[in-house]
């Protein structure tokens, strides 16, 4: 069985590893806070906004390889000693994603956790993630609202755990099926909620589209 501590160890793992601002850094290079600029949020779509596809590209890969990087030092240290590793992943991953919305060096004022949520997704299955991506990429192509296939993503992320779960893919008793439900359901709220303001411009139809050059928080 997994202790309270393992637990929290691995929110911790992940919490570090989620500290890393893949989009801040790269702004510091270029000389600019890149949370003063655009939306003034630190992830991949105002990094792809303010400095380009290349800062995008580089903030998306970076923010969703440190939370698969969490994962994989959970998988190093508990893997060979626990039957119950795909739950303390889940708990490494939500940890990344804390990490990465609330910073405690930037006064907590990270990103929105989706693309440390894809890196989630990518270290739990390949093929979930595979499913999710070209979900996340038909929603943005005929919408052009990147919240709209972000919120869709972490809607579908707790759909896939739960089904893979159902089907023994995680090899888990249900008592911690339940847990790793419970989890991914905390990740779909917390994304929502960091999505606030943009559900609301969606509702209103004022929300900024992919492309498009107007810039709001």
């Not at 600029?37 to 906004?49: D, E, I, Q, V, Y």
């Not at 390889?65 to 508990?78: D, Q």
């Not at 991506?133 to 759909?159: E, K």
């Not at 847990?179 to 209103?204: D, P, Q, S, T």
Request: hydrophobic share 50%.
């Amino acid at each position: 069985s997994v202790s309270s501590m393992e637990r929290l160890i691995c929110v911790v793992i992940g919490y570090l590893f989620g500290l890393f601002q893949t989009g801040y850094f790269y702004g510091k290079l270029k000389h600019i806070d890149i949370r003063q600029h655009g939306s003034g949020n630190a992830g991949t779509t105002n990094a792809l906004r303010t400095l380009g596809w290349t800062a995008g590209a580089i903030t998306f890969l970076g923010d969703c390889l440190k939370c698969a990087a969490a994962v994989a030092v959970v998988y190093w240290l508990y893997g060979s000693t626990h039957d119950n590793i795909s739950l303390l992943a889940m708990y490494a991953g939500m940890g990344a994603v804390l990490g990465h919305n609330f910073p405690f060096y930037l006064k907590f004022k990270g990103g929105k956790g989706i693309a440390a949520t894809a890196g989630l997704i990518l270290a739990t299955n390949p093929i979930m993630m595979l499913i999710a991506t070209i979900v996340f990429i038909l929603v943005v192509a005929v919408t052009r609202y990147v919240s709209l296939g972000s919120l869709i993503l972490v809607v579908l992320f707790l759909a896939e755990v739960i089904v893979y779960g159902q089907m023994g893919g995680f090899s888990l008793a249900q008592p911690e099926l339940y847990e790793m439900y419970v989890i991914a359901f905390v990740l779909m709220l917390m994304a929502f909620y960091r999505h606030r303001a943009n559900i609301k411009r969606l509702l209103n139809g004022t929300e900024n589209k992919f492309g498009a050059g107007r810039k709001t928080k």
